[in-house]
């Protein structure tokens, strides 16, 4: 089950996250009180040149040690503090969650660590493979992640998320079967400003995560979700592809259609399944991603998951249950079904 | 003779209340085991190899082979085998002969793997009311794409596409050479492999005009000998192998016995009459990997960089850092045979002995070639003891993108992996180039069989593939999450990296 929230106002108007708790709360049946998050976007403006780095700390002594030291042999922390919570009677406060804002060296960007979000990508990978007790769950400019398990409304109470004011909010009421109980494993997972929100199990898990690992990605936090990060990551920044070329490579059209396309157009849509044939997720979902400029829903490819879009003025919304939308805004126009595969794009207006 | 005779291997007797004394075991039985004498059929169940060809077509049931009707004192190390072994070449002093696959017990990993199906959480797809794919291209891939945009807005791609073989099933047939086998069962297997929309491997024999009508699916081979080649026939297949090694019989050539060298073999072999084709055990312009290369790109010249170039490797130990190696040159597919891939021909001890599985050799290779962040340059397809649809999905699970099948398309022509492929007298019509015997199959008749093989495997993919929620082939290949090891060792899962079941 799960359900999952995307919105944006393409002209940056940001809004804080009470009716995105609202909503979501409505979705509640779609969930089991195991896990849910947000993913806001706009949120850190006075730090916005910073990665905003949120972590998981099981204690304060052991892992945070680890942690500040490798952030400290790799750029400047300009600051750092636990991230504010409120005791709810629902949530179990089994993590400590921490936020560094940080800034990568640039002495020490060379070789496979070239930019400052190859090294960030490294110390995600090194922090949560090898630092036992440590998690970093979030790590955009300007943005964050909060998730926890329990219920939509205790875990946005526990973090008031209602003081956050973003541009672009993912919510995610989650029904888990892989990890239940693991804060990391609620949703929107994330790394550097690639966030998703995911409904559904992709049975090409196995296929994609050899994949992302051949490029140094390392697949960490037992459940699929991670990996839908992790290829945005490597199509969408590292091989420079558009956001439709991205949602064109994880869920391309089925050979049969190719085949009846004009000639350029299926020898470019071939191209993208000989290529990208590892990164194409199999299996049920309907996902939401947030990214740098803007957010992408799609479906695979046979719609083995409810996905609906409305539109007002310049806020685009995509829920799995057009009730969410409904309760976001009540004047919402334009609310549709996606078909299968077709990418809905909303962009900030430049 | 003071080593006297051994054993019978089997015995044959006829069941004289139901035999109608027809006659048709005495015409079909091409190793003689029957003979007429008066008004009683003989027999000689010496001669017997159980190609069960006299069964087959008995109309009456009436007969009845029996193995191991001798025993000998059981023992677990001197094994009968090994003591007739032994006895054979005191007597004959030679390497001792072998047709088919490895013959010893040991396990198959393949039998030692589960595939997985979708309850619940993910709905399994049903490929009767939704679309399923199996198209898989075989060639070099780029390893990312670029795209332009044109003037008019549009976005153009940038990348050029290397030429690729379209398959609309993963399943090949692999290089089994005109002259192993007979014109008429390269014709059958031609006539379905355009059928079902895949390829067909010519073997080192050359390619016989009365193919050339398939020529568009047929995988011409390039071998140590190079029997056959020239640049009419490079110019006809729709790809070129480079054969190195061979799973029955890695590190030696290939061996046709010269009883099999009729005019039609010696004609487009491009050999003498009755001369034995004995390929030299490695190419003698090949003595490491740059002179490949260089052949690769030789090959490639010729043809005009019009079509894909595989290599084709016997699974050896090392075969992973040779397949990367490989990988890098432009050659656009490896063909890994395993150690029970099959031949027509092969000393026993290296048919045996000599090599690794196909199953930890796909893995092995795909992981390496993953770590090199190579995988994308080159396809894998796996051969050597793939022998159903089970081991055709584990295959590819493990990480490989098509296989190529042997002993399998010979089996649905009639053979009976009697193993005497080497004696020109396959009372089948297959491993024979005596024409009455070769008439047996009608090619016709026998394409349908090979086709139907093909397409029962196809179907049955297709439904272990929607079980399993996958509806594409990409999203299968190399998904060794959707396979568990039962009863593998902790050694074997870490290199077929797999969990265990229950995990």
Known sequence: ?350 | MTLGSVPPKFKVGIDRDQCMDCGRCIENCSYEVYRREGDKILIESRKCTACLRCVAMCPRDAITITEKPVDYRSHPVWTREIREDIINQARSGKIILSGMGNARDLPIIYDRLLLDACQVTNPSIDPLREPMELRTYIGKKPSKLKFRKTESGDVELETKLAPNLKLDTPIMIGHMSFGAISLNSHLSMAKAVKETGTYMGTGEGGLHKALYPYQDRLIVQVASGRFGVNIDYLERGAAIEIKIGQGAKPGIGGHLPGEKVNEEVSKTRMIPLGSDAISPAPHHDIYSIEDLVQLIRSLKEATEWKKPVFVKIAAVHNVAPIAAGIARSSADAVVIDGFRGGTGAAPKVFRDHVGIPIEVAIASVDQKLREQGVRNEISVIASGGIRSSADLAKSIALGADAVYIGTAALVSLGCRVCGNCYRNLCPWGIATQQPELMNRIDPEMGAVQVANLIKGWTLELSELMGAAGINSIESLRGNRDRLRGYMLDEGMLKILDVLPAGA
């Open chain 1, 1 to 350: 089950m799960c359900g999952i929230i995307g919105f944006i106002d393409r002209t940056k108007s940001r809004m804080d996250g009470s009716s995105i708790k609202a909503a979501l709360s409505l979705m509640n049946e779609r969930g089991s009180g195991d896990g849910a998050g947000y993913a806001a976007y706009g949120i850190y403006p006075e730090y916005a040149d910073y990665y905003a780095l949120h972590v998981f700390f099981d204690n304060l002594a052991e892992p945070k040690k680890k942690v500040d030291e490798l952030l400290q042999q790799w750029g400047e922390i300009v600051h750092q503090e636990e991230i504010p919570t409120i005791p709810q009677p629902g949530i179990r406060k089994v993590h400590i969650p921490w936020r560094y804002f940080f800034k990568p060296s640039e002495d020490l960007m060379v070789g496979r660590m070239a930019s400052e979000k190859d090294v960030i990508t490294y110390i995600v990978m090194q922090v949560n493979a090898n630092v036992n007790g440590a998690t970093i769950f979030s790590s955009g400019k300007n943005m964050g992640v909060f998730k926890a398990s329990g219920w939509p409304e205790d875990v946005a109470n526990f973090y008031g998320i209602e003081n956050y004011k973003g541009y672009i909010w993912l919510a995610h009421n989650r029904y888990p079967t892989n990890s239940p109980g693991w804060w990391g494993g609620a949703h929107p997972f994330n790394l550097l400003n690639w966030s998703v929100v995911h409904n559904g199990e992709i049975t090409s898990y196995g296929t994609n995560q050899r994949y992302v690992e051949g490029y140094g990605y390392k697949c960490t936090l037992f459940t699929d979700t991670e990996v839908v990060a992790y290829l945005f990551d490597l199509l969408g920044r590292q091989h420079e592809l558009s956001h439709e070329m991205v949602v064109r490579a994880l869920a391309p059209p089925f050979w049969d259609d190719i085949d009846r396309m004009p000639a350029k157009e299926s020898e470019l849509n071939k191209a993208i399944r000989l290529t990208y044939g590892s990164a194409l997720m199999n299996g049920p979902f309907a996902i939401v991603v947030g990214t740098e400029d803007g957010i992408v829903g799609f479906t695979d490819r046979i719609k083995l998951r409810p996905l609906v879009v409305g539109e007002n003025g310049s806020k685009l919304y995509i829920s799995s249950e057009e009730a969410a939308i409904r309760g976001l805004d009540p004047e919402v126009k334009n609310v549709y079904t996606p078909r299968a595969g077709e990418p809905i794009i909303g962009r900030f207006i430049e």
